[in-house]
Structures are given as structure tokens and as C-alpha cells.
């Protein structure tokens, strides 16, 4: 490789940032900490690409895309809102069942847990 190109080389990693080729899908992974309840992490990925939804899917009847656009609370989710309208133990686990809350309510926020 010629000297020039080398240097060219150099200085295009050195200009292009890294998240450049970070991939995200619709909103990337999302991070709740909610006060009294281990940390959540929301993954457009997963939902998007693994389970095919269209962003359409949530946007923007039941989200909006906008991360706290609206308080996610658990009551709202256990009648069926935000989460809950699929968490229901029917298109996915059941946000009411308490052997589900660690699979949403975890310390470790990465890799994910996979599901079973
Ligand atoms: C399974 C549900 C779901 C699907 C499908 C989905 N999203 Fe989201 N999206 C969410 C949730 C939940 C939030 C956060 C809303 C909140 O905190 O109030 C969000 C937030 C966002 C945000 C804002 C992120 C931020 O940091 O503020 C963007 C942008 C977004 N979504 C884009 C998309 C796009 C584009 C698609 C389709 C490719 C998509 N979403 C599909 C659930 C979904
Ligand atoms: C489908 C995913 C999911 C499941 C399953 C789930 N949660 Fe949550 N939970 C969330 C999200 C998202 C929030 C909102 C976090 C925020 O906005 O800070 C939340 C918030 C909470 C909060 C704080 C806010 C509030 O409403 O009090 C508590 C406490 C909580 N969850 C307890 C539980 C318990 C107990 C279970 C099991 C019976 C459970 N969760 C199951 C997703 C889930
Ligand atoms: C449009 C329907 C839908 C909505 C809304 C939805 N999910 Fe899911 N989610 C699914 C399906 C389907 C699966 C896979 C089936 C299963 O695991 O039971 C899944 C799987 C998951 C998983 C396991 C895979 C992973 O990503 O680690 C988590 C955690 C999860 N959802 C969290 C959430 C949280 C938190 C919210 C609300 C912010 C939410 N989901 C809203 C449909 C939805």
C-alpha cells in the first residue's frame, strides 16, 4: 500500500465517528430505571426485526416516539396499556404473572436475556 493511501486510510477512521456504523433499528434500545423497580430495557430490535412488527405495530396509538412521551406504570400495563397490550399472555408473556417480572425487570441490562 502506498504511503498516501495509508494516510488516507488513517484518516478516515479518525474522522468517521464509530456510531456511523451502529446500525439502529426505529428507536434502538431503550433504558427505563424506574425508582422502585430494577431497570428495563426495551429493544426496538427485538420487536422489530425478531417478531416482524411494524413500527405502525406501536406507533402511535399505543407509544409515542418519543422516550417518556407518557408514564409507564404497571396498572395501566396489568389493563392492557403500553406493554401490556401485548404482554398479556397472549400475543407474549403476561406482564400480571410474577414469575415474568425479571424478564422485563433486570440489574444486567446487556446481553439479553434470551427467551425460552
Ligand atoms: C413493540 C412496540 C414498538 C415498535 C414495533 C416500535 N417501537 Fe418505537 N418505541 C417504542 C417504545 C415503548 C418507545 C418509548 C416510548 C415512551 O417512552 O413513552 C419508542 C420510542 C421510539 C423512538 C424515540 C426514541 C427516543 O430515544 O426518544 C423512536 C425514534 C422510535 N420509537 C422509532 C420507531 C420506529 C422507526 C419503528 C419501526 C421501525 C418503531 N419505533 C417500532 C415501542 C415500539
Ligand atoms: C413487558 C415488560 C414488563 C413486565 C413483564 C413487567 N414490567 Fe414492570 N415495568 C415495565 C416498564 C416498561 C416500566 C416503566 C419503567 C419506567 O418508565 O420507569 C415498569 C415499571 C414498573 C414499576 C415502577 C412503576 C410503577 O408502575 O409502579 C414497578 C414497581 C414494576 N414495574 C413492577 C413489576 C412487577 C412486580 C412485575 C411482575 C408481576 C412487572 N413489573 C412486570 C415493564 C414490565
Ligand atoms: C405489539 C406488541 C408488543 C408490545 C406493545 C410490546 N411487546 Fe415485548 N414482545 C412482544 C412479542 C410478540 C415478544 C416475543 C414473544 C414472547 O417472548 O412471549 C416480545 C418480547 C419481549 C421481550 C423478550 C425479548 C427481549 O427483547 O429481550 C421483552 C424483554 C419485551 N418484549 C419487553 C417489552 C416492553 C418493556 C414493552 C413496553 C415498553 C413491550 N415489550 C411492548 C410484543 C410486544
Request: proline share 4%; charged share 15%; net charge positive.
Amino acid at each position: 500500500m502506498s504511503r498516501h493511501l495509508l494516510f488516507a486510510a488513517i484518516l478516515l477512521f479518525a474522522v468517521i465517528p464509530l456510531n456511523t456504523f451502529a446500525n439502529k433499528v426505529g428507536g434502538g434500545d431503550l433504558n427505563f430505571a424506574p425508582a422502585n423497580a430494577d431497570p428495563v430495557l426495551f429493544s426496538h430490535e427485538n420487536h422489530v426485526i425478531a417478531k416482524s412488527f411494524k413500527c405502525s405495530a406501536c406507533h402511535f396509538h399505543t407509544f409515542q416516539m418519543k422516550k417518556g412521551a407518557y408514564k409507564l406504570d404497571m396498572t395501566t400495563m396489568t389493563k392492557g396499556g403500553f406493554c401490556g397490550r401485548c404482554h398479556n399472555g397472549g400475543l407474549a408473556f403476561n406482564v400480571t404473572d410474577e414469575k415474568n417480572c425479571h424478564r422485563c425487570h433486570h440489574k444486567q441490562q446487556a446481553p439479553f436475556p434470551t427467551r425460552s
